[in-house]
């Protein structure tokens, strides 16, 4: 068990440009989560798969966003045309249903988004 | 709609002496409330949790917590901070269904003081 990882660890970008996000999580959990945090503030959720289906997205998530995650391994977070309200933290969390659903996340180092 | 509130955004302490870091929080069912820690530069770390067993709940590094339904509180607690706890602390409430999100707190930054 390696832990959540994730890719970049920072990413600084020009206002306007396309960015995209991995995050591995530990393998055989099923359920992963995106979560944005801004300085100061909890984390808020963004969206979540179960397996590789996407069930829920937050109204946090704009258009501009979009997450996959093919074969219900890694996903991937991108955000197109950037703008600098996007900078924050992106933290990645998986978890294993447990039997009585309430499976704790466990999260991965998160990426620093700097849009410039 | 769950919700959770910290109390206080900083928490001053002295080291070797105890640590109370509030939180209260809103669930209109029996809630899954966990503590995390996030140190600088590092991913959050999970410090325990509830989830209707024991009232009290221990978790790594000498923390505890009590669930107190009555007062609708999670209180996290240590007997002796050391300056190796000096991070940042959130109180979160996971959905009871569907997706199991967590809603966090605005956190708690706990500075130890030598």
């Known amino acids: 068990d390696t832990g959540v990882s994730q890719d970049p660890r920072h990413k600084i970008t020009k206002r306007g440009q396309n960015v995209t996000f991995r995050c591995d999580p530990i393998?055989?959990?099923?359920?992963l989560y995106w979560y944005r945090q801004t300085l100061g503030q909890g984390p808020e959720f963004l969206t979540y798969?179960?397996?590789?289906?996407?069930?829920?997205k937050s109204r946090l998530l704009s258009d501009r966003f979009s997450a996959e995650r093919p074969k219900g391994s890694f996903s991937t977070l991108e955000i197109q045309r950037t703008e600098q309200g996007d900078s924050a933290m992106y933290l990645c969390?998986?978890?294993?249903?447990?039997?009585?659903?309430?499976?704790?996340?466990?999260f991965g180092p998160g990426t620093r988004l700097t849009v410039t | 709609a769950q919700s959770v509130t910290q109390l206080d955004s900083h928490v001053s302490v002295s080291e070797g002496t105890p640590v109370l870091l509030r939180c209260n929080y809103s669930?209109?069912?029996?809630?899954?409330l966990f503590w995390y820690v996030q140190h600088p530069n590092k991913g959050l770390q999970l410090l325990l949790k509830?989830?209707?067993?024991?009232?009290l709940v221990k978790g790594i590094n000498g923390f505890e917590a009590e669930f107190k339904k009555s007062e609708t509180s999670f209180h996290l607690t240590k007997p002796s901070a050391h300056m190796s706890d000096a991070a940042e602390y959130f109180c979160?409430?996971?959905?009871?269904?569907?997706?199991?999100?967590?809603?966090f707190g605005t956190g708690t930054r706990l500075k130890v003081l030598a």
């Open positions: 798969f179960q397996n590789e289906a996407q069930l829920e």
């Open positions: 969390a998986s978890s294993l249903t447990a039997a009585s659903g309430r499976g704790e996340q466990y």
């Open positions: 509830y989830t209707s067993a024991a009232t």
């Open positions: 669930s209109s069912y029996s809630p899954s």
């Open positions: 979160v409430v996971s959905e009871a269904s569907g997706t199991y999100k967590y809603i």
């Open positions: 393998s055989e959990h099923n359920r």
